[in-house]
């Protein structure tokens, strides 16, 4: 951080991973990052906001043996997909002593 006067010049540069998928010989890993300067007041806040993460997956309930077979198997099982966003905000509030 630089103060310039009686205000403060941040760069921030935040960044988000989190795992993709997984095999025996490696993991995958989703990375995203953003960079950027903001000039704040004393005390002043900032939020970052737009940095997203996105899921999708299937999901699939069964009662044992009886949801593997294949005429009666939709009385035995449940199938879903789950979809889920979420967002990272981060507040920032320098303050100068």
Same mark, same amino acid.
């Given at each position: 951080? *630089? $103060?310039?006067?009686? &205000?403060?010049?941040?760069? $921030? #540069? =935040?960044? +988000?991973?989190? %795992?993709?998928? &997984? @095999?025996?010989?490696?993991?995958?890993?989703?990375? @995203?990052?953003?960079?950027?300067?903001?000039?704040?007041?004393?005390?002043?806040?900032?939020?970052? #906001?737009? +940095?997203?993460? *996105?899921?999708?997956?299937? *999901?699939?309930?069964?009662?044992?043996?009886?949801?593997?077979? =294949?005429? $009666?198997?939709?009385? %035995?099982?449940?199938? @879903?997909?789950?979809?889920?966003?979420?967002?990272?905000?981060? %507040?920032?509030?320098?303050? $100068?002593?």
């Amino acid at each position: 951080p *630089q $103060i310039i006067g009686d &205000e403060i010049l941040l760069s $921030i #540069a =935040p960044e +988000m991973s989190h %795992f993709v998928s &997984e @095999s025996k010989s490696n993991l995958v890993v989703k990375q @995203s990052s953003v960079s950027t300067t903001v000039r704040l007041q004393d005390g002043q806040t900032a939020v970052l #906001a737009g +940095m997203t993460l *996105q899921e999708e997956g299937d *999901q699939s309930k069964k009662v044992p043996i009886l949801g593997d077979i =294949p005429i $009666i198997r939709w009385l %035995f099982r449940s199938d @879903s997909t789950r979809a889920s966003e979420k967002e990272l905000l981060i %507040f920032v509030t320098p303050v $100068i002593k």
